[in-house]
Structure formats: C-alpha cells, structure tokens
C-alpha cells in the first residue's frame, strides 16, 4: 500500500522559508516511473501545482514560482522535500504532497498525502 | 497556461440522480484530463484519467467522456458518498493546471 505523509511547521514568518518533507511508504521513490510533486489548496479554492522531481533528475517547477521554489529527493531516506523562500500571507494553503505517474499516453496524482496546513503570519 | 473552465460551479441533486460535470480546455490537451473527487478536510482522490479511464475500486456510476476541447464527468444514481467537489485537472503540459471545480450539494 503506498502512503504519502507530510510533516513540517505549521506556521511560519513572512519572509522566512516554507520547508516540508513527504514521507513515502509502500514504494521507493527510485522507481523511474514517478515524479514526485507538490500541491497547494488556498483555503475555498483550487488547487495548484508546485513543482516536482524524479529520481532520473527530472525536474520541473511552476513558472511563477520558479525562483522561489526548490523540490528534492532524499532516497536513502524515501522522502522528498519542499522548499519555498520568502513566503509570504498569499503562501498560506493547504500542501499536498502526491506521486505523479508519467505514461505513454496518460499523466495523473494517483497518490496524495493527507495535506498540512501551513499558515504563513508574523 | 491552458485554461480550465469548469461548470457549474455547484450543483444541487438527490440521491439517484443522473448528474454530469463539464470542463473546458483553453486548447487542445488530447486525452490528457483527469478528474478529481474531494471531501471536506480530505485529499483529492483520483476517479478517471485519460478522459474515460476508471481508477481502480471507482464504481462504475463514474464515467467521462471527451469531445474536443470538453470533457464531461457523469455519475449515473447518485449516491451520498458522491456528495463532494468535483475538479478536472489537464496533464498535457506543466502547470497541469486544475479547474475551479464543481461542488455537489444534496439537495
């Protein structure tokens, strides 16, 4: 059974670093066929796409976060991990992390974690 | 970005009825549209992906279908558990950007 956990503060500083780790269960997250992504849900509305990385070296990130955002993997420890610099109110959300498979002729998140709140507030 | 328009925006129905939910790309993404149930406090869960393809353990009252650039989820008898919000999601290219979904109210 594979189980996405996050963890992290659930609150932190305007200006300061927004950093959460996904705990991964039930599948190593060097298997190829994964990207391993991160999702945000603003309170009442829809959700949206961060970044994600593979363990091939795949790498992508939501271009208006681009220069904000880092996704790595830690495979000895099977998490991956989210880093958001100089957040600030609008960065308070609900964060997903979820498994992205990436196939021949189909794309989806078919694994999410439960979702952390992280309130960004002085 | 591709565009999702989703309609409606919310949704009244009982139960057993025949519900379907419409999603609009900006251009055109193939089949490469998933939809999404959520329930308050929980995560999306995957129902169908490449437009029509039923997720595992999904009940067959799901179904989606294509036709362009619109994409439709139906859920035939509905059902209480069914009650939730409803997102199509594009995964044709980055930021797989989700509609602004569709939420279910028992009427």
Not at chain 1, 37 to 60: D, K
Not at chain 1, 86 to 100: E, I, M, Q
Request: charged share 15%.
């Amino acid at each position: 059974q594979v189980l996405l956990q996050e963890s992290g503060p659930g609150l932190v500083k305007p200006s300061q670093t927004l950093s959460l780790t996904c705990s991964v269960s039930g599948v190593s997250i060097s298997s190829g066929t994964y990207y391993w992504s991160w999702l945000r849900q603003p309170a009442g509305t829809t959700l949206e796409w961060l970044g994600r990385v593979s363990s091939t070296g795949g790498i992508n990130y939501r271009p208006s976060l681009n220069s904000r955002v880092t996704v790595s993997l830690d495979t000895s420890k099977n998490h991956f991990s989210l880093d958001l610099r100089s957040v600030t109110a609008a960065d308070t959300a609900v964060y997903y992390c979820a498994r992205y498979f990436s196939g021949w002729d189909s794309d989806y998140f078919d694994y999410w974690g439960q979702g952390i709140l992280v309130t960004v507030s002085s | 970005d591709i565009q999702m328009t989703q309609s409606p925006s919310s949704l009244s129905a009982s139960v057993g009825d025949r519900v379907t939910i419409t999603c609009r790309a900006s251009q055109s993404i193939s089949t490469y549209l998933n939809w999404y149930q959520q329930k308050p406090g929980k995560a999306p869960k995957l129902l169908i992906f490449a437009a029509s393809t039923l997720q595992g353990g999904v009940p067959s009252r799901f179904s989606g279908s294509r036709s362009g650039t619109d994409f439709t989820i139906t859920i035939t008898s509905l059902q209480p558990e069914d009650f939730a919000t409803y997102y199509c999601q594009e995964s044709y290219m980055a930021p797989y950007t989700f509609g602004q979904g569709t939420k279910l109210e028992i009427k």
